[in-house]
């Protein structure tokens, strides 16, 4: 009998941390790639940024991305243009300015992995909002190589790790 009980607690536990991993969202977060001088407002990426570019496809290669956002700047989309198009995904435009579309992203994606191309001062904010707390201060201007990875249940319960590339 107690056999029995040990292996239904077991079994119980199995399935709740199953179910709790499947609620997890992760979003991983990124700076553009370094931008070009053709423009002042709205540049293309320069040549070491769509190397940075490449790489970034190259490191998430293996990685279940369910959606892809960035905002509706060229330096910001042609970032996550290689892994869009290697996954057969639409790069989607976001409004960093309103969190409202995070928490639906979020809800919409919830139990997966979602990327988002963002800018020095949006992606540690967007950071920040799914952490609940002011961790991370803008990036540095010539800082390009950061991802955060956000795994959260909701806003405000989650962790976060932050690797260059």
């Known amino acids: 009998m107690k056999r029995i009980l040990l292996l239904a607690a077991l079994c119980f536990s199995f399935a709740s ?3 709790a991993q499947e609620e997890l969202t992760t979003f991983i ?14 540049p293309n990426l320069s040549e070491i940024g769509k190397a940075r570019a490449e790489k970034l496809k190259t490191v998430l290669a293996s990685t ?6 960035s905002t509706p700047y060229k330096r ?4 996550v243009a290689p ?3 290697s996954l057969g995904l639409k790069v989607q435009p976001y409004d960093p300015s309103n969190m409202d579309l995070v928490v639906d992203v979020l809800k919409a994606h919830k139990g997966k ?3 988002v191309s963002g800018h020095s ?3 540690p904010i967007v950071a920040n909002f799914l952490l609940g707390v002011e961790k991370f201060g803008w990036l540095k201007e010539d800082e390009y190589d950061k991802i955060f990875i956000v795994t959260v249940s909701d806003i405000g319960k989650g962790t976060v790790n932050v690797l260059s590339y």
């Not at 977060?29 to 709205?42: I, M, Y």
Request: hydrophobic share 35%; glycine share 2%.
């Open 17 to 19: 941390t199953t179910l």
């Open 29 to 42: 977060l990124v700076r553009h790639a370094e931008k070009g001088t053709d423009d002042a407002r709205n």
């Open 64 to 69: 279940e991305i369910a959606a892809i956002y």
């Open 76 to 79: 910001t989309e042609q970032t």
């Open 83 to 85: 892994i869009a198009t």
């Open 113 to 115: 992995t979602v990327l």
């Open 121 to 123: 001062n949006t992606t």
